[in-house]
């Protein structure tokens, strides 16, 4: 069983950055796409960027120009730097991997942006 790691979340004022991480358990399986997503209370859960093992990325709307996603296939990790950060990017932000048939999520980690 594959677990997803988040850390990097917390509290920053608008304008302000933050790096997610997300480590997978188990480095002997090949990960597909990584994925960022987000879901804000009473919303529904929104991709925010994914990256696939040949590098091809892919931004939501709201966030292109601003994030970037990138990868450690060494460590099997993935990495989503966030600049210019906006109240309105409030949210548990949450690592999916799609292994082999399968997707993995984690457990989420809380981006608090201030105004």
């Known amino acids: 069983q594959v677990q997803l790691v988040e850390s990097g979340g917390g509290l920053v004022q608008a304008g302000g950055s933050l790096r997610l991480s997300c480590a997978a358990s188990e480095s002997r399986f090949s990960v597909h796409v990584w994925g960022w997503h987000r879901q804000a209370p009473g919303k529904q859960r929104e991709l925010v960027a994914s990256i696939t093992s040949v590098g091809s990325t892919n931004y939501g709307d709201s966030v292109k120009g601003r994030f970037t996603i990138s990868t450690d296939n060494a460590k099997n990790t993935v990495y989503l730097q966030m600049n210019s950060l906006k109240p309105e990017d409030t949210s548990v932000y949450y690592c999916?991997?799609?292994?082999?048939?399968?997707?993995?999520w984690g457990l989420g980690t809380q981006v608090t942006v201030s105004s």
């Open positions: 999916a991997a799609a292994i082999g048939p399968r997707d993995y």
